[in-house]
T-cell receptor
Framework: QQQVKQSPQSLIVQKGGISIINCAYE??????FPWYQQFPGKGPALLIA???DVSEKKEGRFTISFNKSAKQFSLHIMDSQPGDSATYFC?????????????WGLGTSLAVNP | EPEVTQTPSHQVTQMGQEVILRCVPI?????FYWYRQILGQKVEFLVS????????KSEIFDDQFSVERPDGSNFTLKIRSTKLEDSAMYFC???????????FGPGTRLTVL
């Protein structure tokens, strides 16, 4: 119940295309869903995050769509650029206390071809 | 912009040796975490730390692991007797008292030979 399932494992998109990465969860106690971007040799960096009281959040070219009833959320990268080539992780947290540990998806390796 | 720093960037050690991985969290943050990422796999939670004590630890965080905040700035992860399977990237993260965002350091790559 603590798992976050992420797909696809890898994704190749042409420059200017839309990249879509999907995640699903089971634990209804989760209340915060961040997406992290990781470049090789670097730590994960927060890209965008959403809470379950909204269905969509957009920041620039990045949009999270959230479907609470289906327990799914997705990351859309519009007008994908070669600089977006990285590994993307979805995560979730929802500890009742202050711990707020992150439960991670397996990651998606995105390659944007020029 | 404040950031989490970690040292060393790469640590090579012999199996059975002790290692200490160091982190300097963002100065006004109160919650601290260690995660690890085995090559090609997902990030896994190890331990969280708040108010000078462990808040939660995963099943990975056995008696060989310990954490400490020896002063007002450093946050360390010690592995007493390293095993081959401890080879991974170890990330430190910190979080302010309000908000959910965890900020990650660049990681320490631990190689156990």
């Amino acid at each position: 119940q603590q798992q976050v399932k992420q797909s696809p494992q890898s994704l190749i998109v042409q420059k200017g295309g839309i990249s879509i990465i999907n995640c699903a969860y089971e634990n209804t106690a989760f209340d915060y869903f961040p997406w992290y971007q990781q470049f090789p040799g670097k730590g994960p960096a927060l890209l965008i995050a959403i809470r379950p009281d909204v269905s969509e959040k957009k920041e620039g070219r990045f949009t999270i769509s959230f479907n609470k009833s289906a327990k799914q959320f997705s990351l859309h990268i519009m007008d994908s650029q070669p600089g977006d080539s990285a590994t993307y992780f979805c995560a979730a947290t929802g500890d009742a206390g202050n711990n707020r540990k992150l439960i991670w998806g397996l990651g998606t390796s995105l390659a944007v071809n020029p | 912009e404040p950031e989490v720093t970690q040292t060393p960037s790469h640590q090579v050690t012999q199996m059975g040796q002790e290692v200490i991985l160091r982190c300097v969290p963002i100065s006004n943050h109160l919650y601290f975490y260690w995660y690890r990422q085995i090559l090609g796999q997902k990030v896994e939670f190890l331990v969280s730390f708040y108010n000078n004590e462990i808040s939660e630890k995963s099943e990975i965080f056995d008696d060989q692991f310990s954490v400490e905040r020896p002063d007002g700035s450093n946050f360390t992860l010690k592995i007493r007797s390293t095993k081959l399977e401890d080879s991974a990237m170890y990330f430190c993260a910190s979080r302010p008292s309000s908000g959910n965002t965890q900020y990650f350091g660049p990681g320490t790559r631990l190689t156990v030979l």
